[in-house]
């Protein structure tokens, strides 16, 4: 069965019309892996790759601007990667040593949290400048994935 889907581009709210058919996409997404890509498409209007996603086993559906996806999903993956670190870290015998490094480590979450920011609000600051019109309340349609 060919559902038909209406959802709006997380971006610019462009009202979107489109078949979801059997068709499935890989996907790499570490934050998303209880869902299926179901569509892959292009915004018309503000030029940004979407994709649509069904959840495996509720009847959940998200729709990602997937430039912006992808700077979080990287940021949560690196981020995971560090709270291993760490806890290796809480294991260390010499206090002064395990001190040094779990600075060290909290000093590299942060800034990579502060990098992600970065990130996405130079990607909001570019789909703005595209498409002025747009961009209201497109923080909230972001904050929503």
Known sequence: MHAMKFFKCPCCAKLHFTRLNGITFENHY???????????????????NLAVLVHNNRSETKIIWEEYYKVYDDGFKKQ????????????L????????TLEKILKEIRHLQNDV???????RIKARV????????MSERLSSL
């Open 117 to 123: 920011n970065i990130k996405q609000s130079k990607l």
């Open 30 to 48: 570490v934050t998303l892996q209880d869902f299926t890509i179901k569509k892959r498409l292009k915004c018309e209007k503000c030029q940004n």
């Open 80 to 91: 995971e990667e560090l709270q291993i670190k760490k806890e290796q870290a809480l294991s």
């Open 93 to 100: 015998e010499d206090n002064l040593e395990k001190q040094k």
């Open 130 to 137: 595209i498409s002025p019109e747009s961009s209201l309340g």
